[in-house]
């Protein structure tokens, strides 16, 4: 066997996997939250041909061993919007979709929904947001006790709409503001660790899923919380340090690609000898 090709293949295989990585965080440059990954490699095993030469050992390429997350946290910008917000710190938000699973994130970029009688903080999928006790979160108003109702068939009144603007075409209790309690709805909102980030699952729609490595998420004690209304958090994706990585990583694929051209012209030349 021909252990150069099969070297040069390997390392064909694990730079084109590296350089997803790379031009997935690059695609990700502007997502709310996200957290860039980067590969880790490792090489292939090892073997003695020469048992008279024991420390002579060849090798077999290499492959990549797994992802981590980069956690560091990313710079907030204000954005303005009252349902915008963002978490110093490590901490998370947890969203429930339709199916009833729940997923942690650091996308704070809410909503509301009307459901039934009442207004409940979602995110931009339409999910709910949850408190500390895993519940959906019912939109606090500042009223004295009336209720919002949607549209009738007179489309009289105001209602707030996701960003608290009023909208001509719905109807209000007479009892009621169309001004949502922001103060409130921030200390609704419910933040939550896990022991363990680093065992969590990259997941799709910002959401990050929870294993037996990361551990169970555990609700914020009141004392420790910290959300920034107004705010979201950028990507943490250095877009310098990508395009250098991704550089590295062509370099490293041209090379192994040219490791196994040259592999295959020798033996070639071995196999046509007379």
């Not at 996200?34 to 390429?61: M, N």
């Not at 981590?68 to 990313?74: A, I, L, T, V, Y």
């Not at 699973?101 to 979602?122: K, N």
């Not at 007479?174 to 065992?199: C, H, K, Q, S």
Request: proline share 3%; hydrophobic share 35%.
């Amino acid at each position: 066997m021909n252990i150069s090709f099969y070297t040069g293949a390997s390392g064909m295989i694990a730079q084109q996997e590296g350089m997803n990585i790379y031009s997935h965080n690059i695609a990700n440059v502007n997502t709310v939250g996200y957290k860039s990954l980067r590969p880790s490699f490792a090489d292939c095993i090892y073997e003695v041909y020469r048992r008279t030469e024991p420390e002579w050992q060849t090798g077999h390429g290499q492959y990549v061993m797994k992802t981590d997350f980069m956690w560091e946290e990313g710079s907030f910008f204000l954005t303005e919007q009252g349902l915008d917000f963002a978490i110093p710190g490590e901490s998370f938000f947890m969203v429930r979709d339709e199916r009833g699973d729940t997923y942690l994130t650091r996308d704070g970029a809410f909503q509301m929904t009307h459901i039934d009688d009442h207004w409940e903080l979602v995110n931009g999928r339409g999910e709910f947001v949850l408190d500390n006790d895993g519940n959906h979160i019912t939109v606090p108003f500042a009223s004295n006790g009336g209720s919002l109702s949607k549209e009738d068939e007179t489309g009289n009144g105001t209602i707030p709409d996701a960003a608290g603007r009023e909208d001509i075409n719905t109807v209000r209790d007479e009892n009621a503001t169309n001004i949502v309690d922001y103060e409130a709805l921030t200390d609704m909102i419910g933040l939550f660790d896990v022991p363990n980030n680093w065992g969590l699952d990259q997941s799709e729609d910002n959401h990050f899923a929870v294993t037996p490595r990361s551990g169970d998420p555990v609700a914020v004690a009141d004392e420790n919380r910290q959300i920034i209304r107004n705010a979201l958090e950028m990507s943490t994706v250095d877009l310098a340090s990508e395009m250098v990585h991704l550089i590295e990583t062509q370099r490293s694929y041209q090379l192994n690609a040219r490791v196994v051209t040259t592999s295959d012209e020798l033996m070639n030349i071995a196999n046509t000898l007379r």
